[in-house]
């Protein structure tokens, strides 16, 4: 496509569900990466793929959050057992081989009730 | 680890007039690049500017242009004939191009207001 592209655009959920976010980069980009972005704040990184694998995945919070590229082009990141903590919106980006400029989606955001 | 501190959380400008929003950053390698996005209410992340730390001369792109001082790691970003257009958050960001390539650090932001 011609943009990066996030669905859903926001997700609602309760409280110790699982949820689910996906991401579509630019096609031909190889790395992919995903941040974190709180009220108020700038966003903070939470893993990067290079092809299907993760290079750097130092910024997951915790075990709950987990994210999958398996034919490095999509990826989806999962969060199980949601706390009201998570609530942020949850940015893509993508790029050629790591190479600067990161071409950002519009984000999902993230409500736990 | 790299830092990115942004010291104005808002600021304002009239149309038309300048202003320059400040961006320091702490790190200790020598290869590495240093952004503007803007953030509209939209939440896309939209990139203004970009500077590459080994080049001297500051980056400009149209109304937009850095003063880049690499001893000081300062980066700010000046917008010259503010337009309403250009209202949102901004956000300074440094990606590292040797062991944290791909990982960005981004300040807080500040919020610019354009005035009619």
């Known amino acids: 496509g011609a943009g990066v592209s996030q669905t859903p655009s926001n997700k609602v959920t309760e409280k110790g569900k699982y949820v689910e976010l996906r991401c579509d980069p630019i096609?031909?980009?190889?790395?992919l990466y995903w941040y974190r972005q709180s009220l108020g704040q700038g966003p903070e990184f939470l893993i990067y793929?290079?092809?299907?694998?993760?290079?750097?995945d130092s910024g997951l919070p915790n075990d709950r959050f987990f994210a999958v590229r398996p034919e490095g082009s999509v990826s989806t990141l999962k969060i199980q057992r949601t706390e009201r903590g998570d609530s942020a919106v949850y940015l893509c980006?993508?790029?050629?081989?790591?190479?600067?400029?990161?071409?950002f989606g519009n984000g999902t955001r993230l409500t736990v009730t | 680890a790299q830092t990115v501190t942004q010291s104005q959380p808002e600021m304002s400008v009239q149309e038309a007039e300048t202003v320059t929003l400040s961006c320091t950053y702490d790190?200790?390698?020598?290869?590495?690049?240093l952004f503007w996005y803007k953030q509209p209410p939209s939440r896309q992340m939209i990139l203004v500017i970009r500077?590459?730390?080994?080049?001297?001369q500051n980056a400009t792109e149209n109304r937009f242009s850095v003063n880049f001082q690499k001893a000081a790691k300062s980066f700010s970003l000046k917008i010259s004939d503010s337009q309403l257009g250009d209202t949102a958050m901004y956000f300074c960001?440094?990606?590292?191009?040797?062991?944290?390539?791909?990982?960005?650090?981004f300040g807080d932001g500040t919020t610019l207001t354009v005035k009619p």
């Open positions: 980006a993508s790029s050629f081989d790591r190479r600067p400029p990161l071409h």
């Open positions: 096609s031909g980009h190889t790395a």
């Open positions: 793929f290079q092809g299907t694998g993760a290079a750097d």
């Open positions: 790190t200790s390698e020598n290869n590495y690049y």
């Open positions: 500077q590459e730390a080994y080049k001297q």
């Open positions: 960001a440094f990606m590292g191009s040797n062991t944290n390539a791909g990982k960005s650090t």
